[in-house]
């Protein structure tokens, strides 16, 4: 018995730290953001989309905020960050989709809100000349608009994810 209350006593421990230890390469990476050498801020951002990936599969009631600071802290670095446009908006439509019966005027917002998202990168995508990406976006906005379910919604790709389509919500 008391065997079992050690360990769990050890394995608390090691998990606190470990979250810890997250929350300060967070931030450690959203300070190198604004470093000078392109290296660290490459290496900030690769970090800080690998952190968006875990807290993002994650029900952790603090990670919105953390979701919203790392988006934040991304675009006002490059305001013209196509991934992260990309990447708020699948949230948005994602929590549209997750609470559209317990709130229709909030799921309506959020999905507003991802649609202003997706719009924003197809104009992106049409800056930068990427024709078949601004195609992709422009269809999958006219599917959401159209109600088309969310399990045949495909998302492009972006540079964080680039081995896969994002199709489904």
């Known amino acids: 018995m008391s065997g079992l209350l050690v360990l769990g006593i050890i394995i608390g421990v090691y998990s606190?730290?470990?979250l810890r230890n997250r929350e300060d390469n967070?931030?450690?990476n959203i300070t190198q953001l604004s470093?000078?050498?392109t290296r660290d801020k490459s290496q900030a951002l690769v970090a800080l989309f690998k952190?968006?990936?875990l807290l993002s599969h994650s029900t952790r009631p603090d990670n919105d905020e953390k979701l919203d600071l790392i988006y934040q802290e991304i675009l006002q670095v490059d305001p013209k960050n196509v991934d992260v446009y990309i990447r708020m908006a699948r949230r948005n439509l994602k929590q549209s989709q997750a609470i559209r019966y317990e709130s229709k005027t909030e799921a309506e917002k959020l999905k507003q809100q991802g649609t202003r998202n997706l719009e924003t990168a197809r104009k992106l995508y049409q800056e930068k000349g990427w024709s078949?990406?601004?195609e992709q976006t422009a269809k999958l906005i006219e599917d959401i608009n159209n109600?088309?379910?969310s399990y045949n919604w495909c998302f492009p790709t972006t540079l964080?994810?680039?081995?896969r389509a994002k199709c489904g919500s």
């Open 147 to 149: 109600g088309v379910a």
């Open 35 to 37: 470093s000078q050498n």
């Open 51 to 53: 952190e968006e990936k």
């Open 132 to 134: 078949s990406k601004e």
């Open 16 to 18: 606190g730290t470990r």
């Open 26 to 28: 967070l931030y450690k």
């Open 160 to 163: 964080a994810d680039p081995l």
